[in-house]
T-cell receptor, first 115, second 115 residues
Framework: NAGVTQTPKFQVLKTGQSMTLQCAQD?????MYWYRQDPGMGLRLIYY???????DKGEVPNGYNVSRLNKREFSLRLESAAPSQTSVYFC??????????????FGAGSRLTVL | AQKITQTQPGMFVQEKEAVTLDCTYD???????LFWYKQPSSGEMIFLIY??????QNATEGRYSLNFQKARKSANLVISASQLGDSAMYFC????????????FGSGTKLNVKP
């Protein structure tokens, strides 16, 4: 009963380094999301994927890239990390259209620090 | 414009008392969903309750109820008989059915339950 699994849980990077956050869901959801959480700002959408093969920008996409590898997996890549990208990152998934009642299910979060 | 506004950054409540966490939203859509999530200090995001815009009754889930006032565009969370384990951040969120891939989150309210 894993739900949404994201790795790593913690990561420290130096400015300019790159890294990829991995996310996988086992609920057969069509839609997947990457959010970042910063103090006092709630959750802000970075990128989302409505279905396998599609990705779209959210509110704060600059400095990130994503890949929807298959229906289960959605990765987030920081090509050249900056201190402003220090944050907690959440992957989430949801069933797609048809009902507003479809709940967003979150992973446990990944705490990223960029020095 | 902010889609979701939570005006209470922090609140205190005495154990066993009821507490209301405020949430107002902004949308021109007729069909949307409203959600509340709890984030304890451990960091995970836990879904609490859902209200659809066409639901005539206020949603309830155990000790949680959602006070939905459509004309005022408010969706306040009421926690009855507070427990120490209710101490957490609480986020209000909205999903517009015709823009179903976007979940909008408020900045959150930190609730502290005092013994």
């Amino acid at each position: 009963n894993a739900g949404v699994t994201q790795t790593p849980k913690f990561q420290v990077l130096k400015t300019g380094q790159s890294m990829t956050l991995q996310c996988a869901q086992d609920m057969n959801h069509n839609s997947m999301y990457w959010y970042r959480q910063d103090p006092g700002m709630g959750l802000r959408l970075i990128y989302y994927s409505a279905s396998e093969g599609t990705t779209d920008k959210g509110e704060v996409p600059n400095g990130y890239n994503v890949s929807r590898l298959n229906k289960r997996e959605f990765s987030l890549r920081l090509e050249s990390a900056a201190p402003s990208q220090t944050s907690v990152y959440f992957c989430a998934s949801s069933e797609a259209a048809g009902s507003g009642a479809n709940v967003l299910t979150f992973g446990a979060g990944s705490r990223l620090t960029v020095l | 414009a902010q889609k979701i506004t939570q005006t209470q950054p922090g609140m205190f409540v005495q154990e066993k008392e009821a507490v209301t966490l405020d949430c107002t939203y902004d949308t021109s859509d007729q069909s949307y969903g409203l959600f509340w999530y709890k984030q304890p200090s451990s960091g995970e995001m836990i879904f609490l309750i859902y209200q659809g815009s066409y639901d005539e009754q206020n949603a309830t889930e155990g000790r949680y109820s959602l006070n939905f006032q459509k004309a005022r565009k408010s969706a306040n969370l009421v926690i009855s008989a507070s427990q120490l384990g209710d101490s957490a951040m609480y986020f209000c969120a909205m999903r517009e059915v015709y823009n179903f891939n976007k979940f909008y989150f408020g900045s959150g309210t930190k609730l502290n339950v005092k013994p």
